[in-house]
């Protein structure tokens, strides 16, 4: 059965830490961005999310945001995936993101979004 709570790694060198899940299957916690993002200024984020009860798909779909941290840009991450437990027992995350940064001004909304 997979459960989000724990701490998690990406392929990049991020790093996800999750608290334990409540009765309605939300979650908070916080991410920190591993090298691979390249940007100073990014700090250690929360991240607030919510799991599909393992009761009912014991490898359950997730979704959480992070509220990125930064000195001078408001940014902010979705992530959208399903918990895997592999033959071993191996738990692996599976997910897509969607990064949405502040725009000065409708004109600009088309390059904000990656």
């Not at 899940?21 to 916690?29: E, I, P, T, W």
């Not at 916080?30 to 014991?58: K, R």
């Not at 359950?60 to 399903?82: D, I, K």
Request: include cysteine; glycine fraction near 8%.
């Amino acid at each position: 059965q997979c459960l989000l709570s724990g701490s998690w790694q990406s392929d990049t060198s991020s790093r996800m830490v999750v608290f334990i899940l409540d009765k309605d299957n939300r979650f908070s916690g916080f991410y920190l961005p591993g090298p691979a993002a390249g940007d100073s200024e990014l700090l250690t984020s929360p991240l607030e999310g919510s799991q599909q009860d393992t009761g009912l798909a014991p490898q359950p779909t997730f979704s959480f945001t992070v509220n990125w941290r930064l000195r001078e840009t408001a940014r902010r991450t979705v992530f959208l995936g399903q918990c895997y437990v592999d033959t071993n027992g191996e738990e692996t995350l599976h997910a897509l993101w969607l990064l949405r940064e502040a725009a000065d001004n409708p004109a600009e909304d088309w390059k904000a979004t990656r």
